[in-house]
Nanobody
Framework: QVQLVESGGGLVRPGGTLRLSCVAS????????MYWYRQPPGQQRAFVAG?????????LSHDSGKGRVTASWDPAKGTGYLLMTDLATADTAVYFC?????????WGQGTQVTVTA
């Protein structure tokens, strides 16, 4: 079993920067990837960015994230990060980290990000 805890969310003005963290505990040696999703109010959860631990490749899901969103993952420390810059009101959502092994998928409880003037 793996437990994930996100932190770093909060209230930020448009144009601001946030770095979200996701700390994994438990059987972290089984994890080989970490992904980030977000769920805006009244909408479905959607993929944001992800890192495959072995290849350390970054994946972005949407054009609006290019150049603004960077995911990182340190498997040895069991910690992942989502750095978001130039935030806009459309980035307001609950952000979730998702850790995966070859057989399992684990979710954190989410952290709220609110972008408002």
């Amino acid at each position: 079993q793996v437990q994930l805890v996100e932190s770093g969310g909060g209230l930020v003005r448009p144009g601001g920067t946030l770095r979200l963290s996701c700390v994994a505990s438990g059987s972290i040696w089984d994890m080989d990837s970490m992904y980030w999703y977000r769920q805006p109010p009244g909408q479905q959860r959607a993929f944001v960015a992800g890192v495959h631990g072995r290849t350390r490749s970054n994946q972005l899901s949407h054009d609006s994230g290019k150049g603004r969103v960077t995911a990182s993952w340190d498997p040895a420390k069991g910690t992942g990060y989502l750095l978001m810059t130039d935030l806009a009101t459309a980035d307001t959502a609950v952000y979730f980290c998702n850790g995966r092994s070859t057989t399992d998928s684990y979710w954190g409880q989410g952290t709220q990000v609110t972008v408002t003037a």
